[in-house]
């Protein structure tokens, strides 16, 4: 069984890859059927027409015998006359060695005459060889209850061995003054049946071979189409793995050689828009590098004004002691702002290293809710822990994963309107992860996974609390990429959004589910659970 479906699973792997196999396959179906169709519909009327022939023969030499004996029993003087019996004998001879000399005409075939009224027939039955072949029940009923012609269809057994052969039985009523009798011939069907088989045979062969030849046909015209279209498949596919000079051979100039060269046309366009691309998102790095850098330099030497302005403002008026604060909130804004798109750059330049360690899971929440507790307490927002009691280690770069906590749980905050902030935690034998739920202003579903593209904001204008950059959720599902993990959303507007980290226990494992579910639950009240106000 195993060998089986073995074989199923491959033949349906292949039924759903290749083109040529539906078609063929489809081709020699369809054909099978027809073929079978026509073939049981012609073989079956040169079955019929030859079995109406042979009994139209078959009537004429039976009606030629009745007849013949008409004529012999109406001299005799009726059924009393002791020439009867005699003449009946006769009658009986003569028509058998006139059906053997008739030969190939006629056929071979036996003829038995003898009394219809059963009396009679037992009385003449010692002088009468009326045991030459069997007559069957139902013909007899037929020919002694009617004056026409009846046949019937039999199998009767040979008097040299075992074996039974096809007879067509026909018989006839004789009605003289001498009394009434039945003529029966018995027509050999053996040749008939040889010649029906050879038929069915030549027919069926025949119908094979042009299903054979229609599929070949079949194959060979799919083929002719279907081999360019694997060629642009494959050449698509090299195409996308960024093998951009691949292109197709044109031969001729049939609608497959347009196809190829209009193929060839779009890949040299897609080529020529993906360099330029290419050309341009890395001038923006670059640009984006080099900004960040050269303004650190500037940046550094404005904050050092702004907190000396800042550290004394309270000798300022009231107006001036405003604009300090504002200077020294704004300097702190743009500067994480900086270090954003140089966090950013490195990630687009395939600079960012990833410094894995052994780390339990549940001291880093624990830092990442210590770091968001002042944030937490301005906004009124609870934040509570359910975590496991035993450590849940893995090997993670601690300050990338504090990052992904601390904006999570950021963004929760700044959205969860002074509602709780919930954080769940489970491990596998595989996996940890860490879920972060609000009960603000929520996300669409439709959102879930615009929401970490950078500077995306569902509601624009939105007052924002904490003054972010609009990046934190981009570098955060770049942070988890970068372990091998996910970072995934769910949300629903005005219900709230949760937000699910996966990371794999050891570095370099991949990951093929998670242990906690992303979708929403009841507010939580955990008793064992650790709750933080900041």
Known sequence: MRWLRLGASRALRLWRRSLQVRITTTTLLICGIIVLVLGFVLIKQ??????????????????????????????????????????????DNALSSSARNAGADAGEYGVLLKPADPQLLAAWSRQLDTSRANVPAELADK????????????????????????????????????????????????????????????????????VLLVVGLAALVTRQVVQPVRVAARTAERLSAGLLAERMQVDGEDDLARLATSFNQMAGNLQRQILALEDLSRLQRQFTSDVSHELRTPLTTIRMAAEVLHSVRSDFDEQTRRSAELLYNEVERFELLLTDLLEISRYDAGFAVLESEPHDLRQLVNRAVGAIAPLAARAGSMVRIDQPRSPVVAEVDARRVERILRNLLGNAVEHGEGRPVEIGMAANADTAAVTVRDYGVGIAPKDAETV?????????????????????????REDAHLHGGWLQAYGETGVGAVFRLTLPLRAGDEISESPLPLEFGPPSSHPSAEVSRG
């Open 46 to 91: 040169i079955t019929n027409g030859l079995l109406d022939s042979k009994i139209r023969s078959a009537s004429e030499e039976v009606v030629s015998g009745q007849q013949y004996t008409l004529q012999q029993l109406q001299t005799l003087g009726g059924p009393n006359d002791p020439a009867v019996q005699n003449a009946v004998s006769q009658i």
């Open 143 to 210: 020919v002694t209850n009617s004056d026409a012609l009846a046949y019937q269809y039999t199998r009767l057994a040979s008097k040299i061995d075992a074996s039974t052969s096809p007879y067509l039985v026909m018989g006839a009523p004789v009605v003289t003054d001498s009394g009434t009798f039945a003529l029966y011939y018995f027509f050999p069907l053996s040749e008939l049946q040889t010649t029906i088989t050879l038929v069915q045979n030549a027919v069926l062969a025949t119908g094979g071979l042009l």
């Open 452 to 476: 970490f593209d950078r500077f995306w904001r569902a509601d624009p204008s939105r007052a924002r609390q904490t003054g972010g950059t609009g990046l934190g959720l981009s570098i955060a």
